[in-house]
């Protein structure tokens, strides 16, 4: 019930309007042509009538003309048609200027709203386009990667505020510029990624290290209007990172290959201890792990051992 009469206070609102400067404008007619009498002839109030409605309807709208029409024939009916007396013999023919005229002014309101129409209607769309430039420029400044828009000779049109703070410069300092003006030293890689996009129309991404800044950078090319558009980022943690990884990996690749290990069943004498080897020898025991490992031997002698030679020697 309250969104059905919220609904309707603004299409209330819209009619007094509409009927606010439709009496505004029959009003300024008909003084303008009291105060003319003397100049103009009495039908003549019916051309001024004419004109109010056509500029009513082109400011306000179809209804607007309509409402102004019905009031000026109402009113060039009053005061400028039956007031004359020696115009009674043609009455008939005063009536039919009247309805002549409302038919002009229906056909003036329907072409002048059609005008107004086009009008609002190319307003909006000029807003919304407005609008939609403001919120993708909005969310191009957002990016925290360097943006920038190139034409088709590859001159600087646009970059937003990230671009400044990571090349340092302002766009109007760089509008007008190459990329090879702004990365004299860029990768032949790059330049032949841009030209690529810029002739095939077809993204593509590259990574490059820019040795006069020392970083590392990412590029993310694709097309744009007549030209490209150029997303890049700084990218050298990531890149640092992995060669440090890639560095450690080596190292323990490195270290691992100086490493054997015994793993699986050794086959073992339970006796001397003499072990089998993968050629079906069998070899001391020592001999077998420092063949199989890192490992070295010094030899001594164990208290045990020691005791049982030293016995037969004191007996």
């Known amino acids: 019930m309250n969104s059905k009469r919220s609904s309707t206070i603004p299409q209330e609102s819209n009619l ?16 303008l042509r009291l105060l003319l009498i003397p100049v103009l002839y009495d039908r003549a109030a019916f051309l001024l009538f004419g004109l109010a409605v056509m500029i009513s309807s082109w400011r306000g709208g179809r209804r607007v003309g309509l409402i102004t029409t019905a009031l000026a024939s109402l009113v060039g009916m009053l005061l400028f048609v039956h007031p004359f007396p020696e115009l009674a013999d043609r009455s008939l023919q005063n009536e039919s200027l009247v309805a002549l005229f409302a038919v002009e002014g229906c ?21 919304e386009a407005t609008r939609a430039r403001n919120e993708i420029s909005d969310l191009i400044e957002s990016i925290p990667d360097g943006f920038q828009a190139f034409d088709s000779d590859f001159r600087l049109t646009f ?5 400044e703070s990571m090349l340092e410069r302002s766009a109007e300092e760089l509008r007008g510029e190459t990329i090879w003006d702004q990365f004299p030293a860029l990768d032949t890689g ?10 095939v129309r077809t993204g593509g991404v590259c990574e490059t290290y820019y040795a006069p800044r020392g970083r590392w950078f ?15 980022r700084d990218i050298s943690e990531r890149r640092n990172a992995e060669v440090e990884r890639e560095r450690l990996i080596r190292e323990l690749q490195a270290a691992l290959a100086h490493v054997r290990t015994l793993r699986g069943l050794i086959p073992i004498c339970a006796w001397c201890k003499k072990i089998r080897n993968d ?5 001391q025991l020592e001999l077998y792990l420092k063949g199989h490992s890192e490992a070295d031997f010094t030899h001594g002698m164990c208290p045990d051992c020691a005791r049982k030679h030293r016995e037969p020697l004191t007996g």
């Open 16 to 31: 007094l309007r509409d009927l606010l400067v439709a009496v505004v404008a029959v009003a300024a007619v008909t003084a």
């Open 190 to 199: 790059v330049g032949q990624l841009l030209r690529r996009v810029m002739l």
């Open 218 to 232: 990412s590029f993310h090319v694709n097309p744009f209007r007549e030209g490209i558009s150029v997303l890049f």
């Open 279 to 283: 050629h079906g020898y069998w070899e």
């Open 107 to 127: 056909g003036i309101s329907f072409l002048a709203g059609q005008l107004h129409e086009q009008r609002s209607r190319a307003k909006q769309q000029a807003r």
């Open 159 to 163: 970059m937003n505020r990230a671009t």
